[in-house]
């Protein structure tokens, strides 16, 4: 799955602070391999070099949970 600039996603990383937490994408990169890493911000804090695959879509309860 691909993802833009401003959209909402769940974090799932066990080693990240912000695992299970909603973010917001505020930057994609591509690789030199073709690939897109994204940056995520959290209310704490920023994740660099997520791969889409640690990624889902937050739905509108994920959004709801966090307010």
């Known amino acids: 799955m691909e993802f833009d600039e401003g959209d909402a ?6 080693h990240s602070e912000f695992d ?3 973010g917001e994408i505020t930057q994609v990169v ?5 690939d897109e ?3 995520v911000s959290f209310d ?5 070099g997520i791969s ?3 990624l889902d879509e937050a739905d509108a309860a994920d ?3 966090e307010e």
């Open 9 to 14: 996603v769940v974090l799932h990383d066990k």
């Open 20 to 22: 299970g937490q909603v």
């Open 30 to 34: 591509e690789t030199m391999f073709g």
């Open 37 to 39: 890493t994204y940056v």
């Open 44 to 48: 704490e804090g920023q994740e660099v």
């Open 52 to 54: 889409a695959d640690q």
């Open 63 to 65: 959004d709801a949970d």
